[in-house]
């Protein structure tokens, strides 16, 4: 066999490998917007009730949007990526649908947590706060993935472990400047996601225009 039919041959073996683990086609729509819109939406109150916005303290308001919003459209939106073959998308969204799930637990009376610890304050703040930063790994994590994805997504979950850090500093430390810089820096990253979900929404060829995601330029795989 000469060396281009040899050439040919391997090309021809690298197509079908590649065409074998290619995700197979589904008629599942994008559920990336609902997926965004609801961690925008959900992280834009609570950083508003961070931040004392209109004088509230109490955050428990924003457990219906962490159980419903948040919570159960995320973990879908999650589990519609999976087949799509989006990996990334399926990990990052039901995570963090489970993540609003369970904060908002942590405020439901019946679930007796906060109950649990009584009048001590200072240990319920601190069993937050290591609650925060365990997200903040998880964040961090996904952030390390979306590294070659596209400057939005970045950006998106770079300000997110910022937010996570500054939250769970707050609770440690009940200084409330740095629940309020949390509150701030939620708020930033809740407006990304609504860009990034909005330019998910504009679909070529039935919106007048896009949104650019900053994309990454990839290496070459020979």
């Known amino acids: 066999m000469s060396d281009v039919e040899k050439a040919n041959s391997t090309h021809q073996m690298y197509d079908r490998q590649t065409k074998s683990s290619a995700p197979p086609p589904t008629r599942i729509a994008n559920p990336g917007a609902l997926g965004l819109f609801s961690f925008a939406s959900t992280t834009f109150i609570l950083s508003l009730y961070n931040l004392n916005a209109r004088g509230v303290v109490a955050p428990n308001v924003v ?91 970045i950006a998106l979950l770079f300000f997110l472990c910022i937010t996570f850090i500054l939250l769970a500093a707050g609770a440690w430390t009940g200084k409330l400047n740095i629940q309020k810089a949390g509150g701030g820096f939620g708020i930033l990253t809740a407006m990304i996601a609504y860009y990034c979900g909005l330019s998910e929404l504009l679909v070529k060829g039935e919106s007048w225009f896009g949104l650019p995601m900053g994309t990454i330029k990839q290496a070459r795989v020979d």
Do not use: H, K
């Open 63 to 153: 457990v219906g949007m962490a159980c419903f919003c948040g919570g159960l459209a995320q973990l879908l939106a999650g589990m519609w990526e999976f087949p799509r073959g989006n990996v990334f998308g399926a990990t990052a969204f039901t995570s963090y649908g489970a993540f609003w799930m369970s904060y908002a637990t942590i405020y439901l009376p019946n679930s007796g947590i906060i109950a649990a610890y009584g009048e001590n304050l200072d240990e319920l703040n601190q069993a937050v706060g290591i609650y925060l930063i365990t997200w903040f790994m998880v964040t961090f994590l996904l952030l390390i993935g979306a590294l070659r994805r596209n400057i939005s997504f």
